[in-house]
Structure formats: C-alpha cells, structure tokens
C-alpha cells in the first residue's frame, strides 16, 4: 500500500510521500516522484473539497491537489454574496420553482436532468454545511433569505453580504483536515489526464516550486479546476482559473458543451479604486435596497433593453451586461466604460442598517455611498459551458468525472443568481460519492510507460530552438485582450473569425516559447502549460460562438441579434485527429410525469 494512504499530509515534502522511479527520457536518466490512490481530486476549491469528503465518506483513499494553495483558491473562497437553494424559510418556496427559474434563466438550453439535481440537492447540501459550523445568517430562528434577479421568491441565503464564499470555504477546509483518508498537496499542476484502455488511470502533474514532474496512479479521477474566466482582460475571477479543466478534459478524450456562453457579471466594479473587496459585490446593494443603474447622462436605461427595472431592480445579468456595453457603445457610458450604481435616493442611516461595517470599509477606500455614484461594468464572471457529464458527474471516460464549474449543461445558456456555490456542494458530493463507488469496482490499470510518453511529448514540443521573442506570460496577456475585444459581451463573425485565426497562430508559437532551464520557481515553464490549456480552452469558446449564429442568453451577435429557435440545441466538442469537432444536440428535458418535486414550506 503507498504510503499516501496512511494519514492525513500537510506539507511534508512529495519525497517524503511518494515513491521514486527511475525512467530514462529522450535525453537522461530522470529519477521521478510517483503518488497512487483510489480518487484524485483536480483542484481543491469548494467543489473540490467537497468532492473529496464525499470521496471518503464513501471509503475512498482521496488526494486533493491544487496548483495553488489547497482550500485558499479558485471561485467559491471570492464570493461574497449569496446562494439560492430552496429551503423555504423565508416564504414558501419548492424545488420546481427554483427549477422553473433556472430553466428559464438558462433560456431553453439547460440539461433539465443537471438542474433538477442541483436544485433539489442543494437544500441537503446547505443544512450539512449548517452542521459542520457555517454560520448561515439567522432572522427569528430560521435562515435568513433574500431576493434575488431572476428569483420569483425570497431564496438566497448567506453568511454575510461579503464573506458567504471564505466563511463556506473555511467550513470545507476544517472538515477536509479532520478526515485522514484525505491527502492535500499544494503547488502541483496537472497537465495531463493519463489514459489506458479508455479508462483514466491517473494523472500527469508538474511541482510549482521546482519543476520536476510527478506521475500519479489513480482509480479515478475529479476535475474540479473550476473555470475559465481568466481568458479575458475584464474579470472577476481568482488568478488561477484558466480553463484547464476543459483542456484537460478535451485531451484525455472528453466532451465539452455550450462553450459559447461565458457570463459577464453587468456590475462589476470599475471605480473609484477598490481594494481589498470583490469586485462583484454589488448585486445584493442593488437588489436590496434599490441601487439604480444609470448612464454617464444620469438617466435609467434598463427599460430600452427589452426588460422593466425601475423600482424592481431584477433584470437578469444577460439584460443588464448587453444593457449597460450598448449604452456605453451609443456614447452615454462612463469615464471607465460602464454606468454608475447610484445609492443617493437612499438615506446613510438605512445603508448602514442593512451592510453595517461594509459602510465603514468602503470609506476606508474613499467610496461614501450617500454622497457619490459607483461605476460598474460587465466583466467574466462565470462559464455556463463544459465537461459533458451525466447526472453522477461521469464522462464519457470512463473513470473521469467533472464537479463545480467545470461541468457544463445545467445552466444553459445563462446562469441564475446564486446558482454557483450550489452546484459547487452539489456536484462536488456527487461526483466524489459516485466515484468512491466505482473504484470499487475496478482494479489498477496502471503503467509506468504512461508518464514517460506525455513527459517525452512535452520535451518534444519544446524542442525547437526558442527563437521567439515572446514569452509565455506575454501571449498570454495578449490572449485576453483579444478574447476580451474579439470574444467578450457582444460578438460578430469578423471579430470571433479574427480571434480565432490569432489562437491558431498562438498555439503554433508555443513551441517557439523561452522557457529557461531553471529548476526552482521556473515561472515561464509553469506560464507555458497554463497557456497550452487557455490556448485550448479559448478556441473552444471561440469556435462554439462562431458556429451559433443567433443571440441567446449570455452569448450576443451583433450580426445575429435575435434569437433562433432552430439553433435550440446545445452544441457539443470533442478532438477527432487532433482538431475540435462539433455536433449538436438536443437538450436533455426531464420526463415531467415521471418527476417528484420535494416541497419546502416555511
């Protein structure tokens, strides 16, 4: 047995928890760390912790992993805001009413069977976080919850208005360290999903700190790597998140689906400059007490947009981005291209009787909500799109399962408020759940040769004499600005053409790319494999939108600017010879007749 199932690991150097093997590259003598256990875990945000307590609740020896820190990155520690489950107790709710408003956010493209399971898990998946100590806020001895855009009831609930998201992943860290059949290593990047006989046997990963590969032996495996925001200039996200789920899933032989819609969050804060707070943290000031979204002129626009804001402050993120880009485009932006959030109708005293301190840590960066107007802006925010999985979180890989953000399908085309946290518990328990059971089921498949073949691939793509002047951190850089200007909230065929043609020529580069040969802290090797994924990743998203000529939820077409219903289909990718293909498809509709909706009444 490896010595990675004895006990629990945090921090003892790989040497000291790994197997070493010897194995002769193309060029040298390479001596290498080897890891084995039942699931291993791709990143290790709140659907990666999760997905491992559940992994081992269900027997499973589990190693959770993340390119970062274990537990301190990826979307759910940023959030600040709320998450939409149907407990009903504020007021009567159910779980077909919050299905029926997801569907109807996801505007026909939802993959029912993905959103029935998030809304009806979630209730179950809160009240267990409840119980290992997350602090929900409480109103008279029940949860405390609130409305939200897109919301028909009082659904949301919260730890507080900016720190829901730290306060949930501070809960899932505790509980990750308590249970010894959990290993955590930080710093490690996989880059490549190993493969034998169809089956995922393990993984390919590269140690942050001093480059050195390190080959693990796995019964099954979890992306849980979250998303792919970081491919734009303008977002919202946590630095490390730039697809390299999809990537390593397109590579190991997987599917993606909806790749085209990419949410931009329509309030993202622009200025004055904030620090230390999310930059999405403005929606429940909004909703809550009213904020209005005006243009550089001081006028509410909303209504000219195909949806009624004034006194309501509902419009759904899709209405609200295409809203705010179109007045900004028509000249009636502001000073940093977006529109301001003006709280000035609404008296100091009853800010601070609803977000208390936040009033005081936005004075500390000069922001008095009283006396002066925010600007915000769309930015990425969130990717509907992903791994095609069924409703135990399985590829079509066998072994290779997908959680969180990673999975696409359950939201459509567009995302409803509150949505993302749920499917982080949700997804991550059943994909670690499910997981643990089939590793029973299967015995190791494993060969040493795997490993050396990807690593002996990699030295081959980088063996051509550097003669770029480029470096990694550079193209990448370049690659946001361009998915921002060419790809971002409103699209056109010359534009997505045009970006496209730019990826081709990026993902020819890569092997012209300086490298160095440093060992310790190699930054431009770690910046080459993220930009192989987001390379990967970007031309998904790219190719996706070309291919859907209509505007629809999150994706709008400038050239296309309505909706098609012959394109009610959701399109799906796979690799065939080395180039992305397309099919479509249509969406997976739940058999209504055959369905029972669990009700919750306050």
Known sequence: MSALRKGNHTGLPLQKIAKLNHYTSTSREVLMPHLSTDVLIVGAGGAGMYAAIAAARGGAAVLLLDKGQVGRGGATIMAQMTVAVALGEQEPDS?????????NAGRGLCNEELSLLLCADGPARIREMDEWGTRWARENGHIKQEMAPGHSVKRCCYVDFLNTGPAVAATLRRKVGEIAAIRRISNLAVVEILVRDGRAVGALALNQIDGQFISIEAKAVILAAGGLTKLFARNSASANMGGEAYALALWAGAQLVDMEFVQFFPIGHLAPRLVGMDPIMWDPFRYKLGGKLLNGKF????????????????ATRDVAAYAILKEVEAGRGTPHGGAYLDFRHIGESQLRA??????????????DLAKTPVEVGPMAHYHMGGVRVDVNMQTRVAGLYAAGEAVGGANGANRLSGNAITEAFVFGERAGSRAAEQVKKFTDNWHDTLAREAIDGFHKAREADSTDSATPIALQAELQELMWEKAGPFRTGAKLSAALARIGQMQRQLA????????QFNLDLQDWFELRAMLTTAKAIVQSALARNESRGAHQREDFPAPDDSLLKNQVLELQDGALATTWIDPVRLQKNNVHYPEFRS
């Open 512 to 519: 012209q790319l300086p490298v160095g040969a440093e060992k």
């Open 95 to 103: 779980v077909q009413l919050h299905l029926q408003d997801t569907l």
């Open 299 to 314: 006028e509410e626009f909303i209504d000219r947009y195909g949806s009624t804001d004034f006194g309501k402050y509902n």
């Open 354 to 367: 609803a977000f208390g301190p936040v009033i005081d840590r936005l004075l500390t960066n000069g922001i």
